[in-house]
């Protein structure tokens, strides 16, 4: 029963790093929409509506926010308790850093080679516009860490393994991380310190349960 977090930079190559990863060991890819998925199965309404209708939705404190996060915490929890997962973003290497079994995994990369990829991705030739892109979103994501977690972006201290995908490639990056898994799956034995003891609503991990069944 393994679990991997992985925080990535935008356009560094995480997103495709982690769906190969989740592809090469059976596991399961856990995203934004794959938390909403679970939210809306328990019975949580009015989210979507809740956080598009908020400026800076992600990066507020306001006692909504904070519910909402609080809830998207419960279920990175539940996905990990589940075990066989990938889960990308959301702060889950901070959410799940008290489990000895859980592989946590930062993906960066060089900015201008991000801007790049960005305007590939895009089909945009204005590279002014792609940098604005890539800074804003890695503001964004370094706010909602920092007001949410008190964790910096900047900081390797929360990660098993940093990869730059601008030395190390991404293909590369994939066995590396499919094999440091297995060697966490295979050296700890279920304890007190596992994700397997995490407790959870029950009717919340049944919901989490039957979104990761439908996937």
Known sequence: ?????????????????????????????????????????????????????????????????????????????????????????????????????????RIKGPFAARVSTFMKRYCTYDRSRAETSIAEADKLRAAYLEIHYGEKMDSASGFDLVIDTGKISVGSAIPLIVSAARAITFSNPADSGSAASIEVDKILLEAARRVLKEQ
Request: aromatic share 10%; proline share 3%.
């Open 1 to 105: 029963m393994g679990v991997i977090t992985i925080s990535r930079e935008p356009c560094s190559g995480g997103s495709q790093i982690a769906e190969s990863v989740a592809s090469e060991l059976g596991y399961k890819l856990v995203g934004k929409k794959t938390i909403e998925d679970v939210l809306v199965q328990y019975g949580f309404v009015g989210l979507k509506d809740a956080y598009d209708s908020m400026p800076n939705f992600w990066t507020r404190f306001d006692d909504e926010t904070k519910r909402i996060v609080e809830m998207f915490d419960r279920v990175v929890l539940a996905m990990a308790k589940l075990g066989n997962v990938v889960i990308v973003g959301r702060g889950a290497f901070k959410i799940l850093s008290p489990y000895q079994d859980v592989l946590h995994v």
